[in-house]
């Protein structure tokens, strides 16, 4: 249970994290040295990133601290 907590929410927060980037922060197109194409797209971008990588943080977390199955 715990491990597929785990991969769950490590899972969940790579998808945060390429969404974010990917789709809202990174402006498309050409020249990529302008002023328009520093900016995100999303102005709370970076902040879903971060997100993503506390989730994927919380899934190492959760595998550490919720108990072992006992096997007697």
Do not use: K
Request: glycine letters at 6%.
């Amino acid at each position: 249970m715990r491990r597929l907590l785990m991969i769950y929410l490590i899972l969940i927060g790579l998808v945060v994290m390429a969404v974010s980037y990917f789709l809202m922060a990174t402006p498309w197109g050409f020249p990529p040295d302008t002023v328009a194409h520093s900016n995100p797209r999303v102005q709370f971008a970076p902040v879903l990133f971060i997100v993503g990588i506390v989730v994927s943080f919380l899934g190492v977390l959760v595998y550490e601290l919720l108990p072992a199955r006992r096997t007697d």
